[in-house]
Nanobody
């Protein structure tokens, strides 16, 4: 059974930092690309960052230079380091893995940035 469990969200002031965690089980983590998405109230879910099995990364323009995605294959965990947070980063953040054409999601973790 595939499980993705996010943690690390919270409330911070603008300019602050948070680190999100996504612990996975039930997948061969090391061969899967992993993604972080976010969904703000009233908006569509958007892709924030991707890391491939080889460690290549890609980011949404809105977070480039502020967010860093990384992975630890030994711990089956993917991270999202978020610095210089802005109020517009407020959203529920979701971890995603696509395995054999099937999307798996975690339950999400709330990030709230106040001005």
């Amino acid at each position: 059974q595939v499980q993705l469990v996010e943690s690390g969200g919270g409330s911070v002031q603008a300019g602050g930092s948070l680190r999100l965690f996504c612990a996975t089980s039930g997948i061969i983590f090391s061969i899967n690309a992993m993604r972080w998405y976010r969904q703000a109230p009233g908006k569509q879910r958007e892709l924030v960052a991707v890391i491939t099995s080889g460690g290549s990364t890609n980011y949404a323009d809105s977070v480039k230079g502020r967010f860093t995605i990384s992975r630890d294959n030994a711990k089956n965990t993917v991270y999202l380091q978020m610095n210089s947070l802005k109020p517009e980063d407020t959203a529920v953040y979701y971890c995603n893995a696509a395995v054999l054409g099937v999307d798996y999601w975690g339950q999400g973790t709330q990030v709230t940035v106040s001005s």
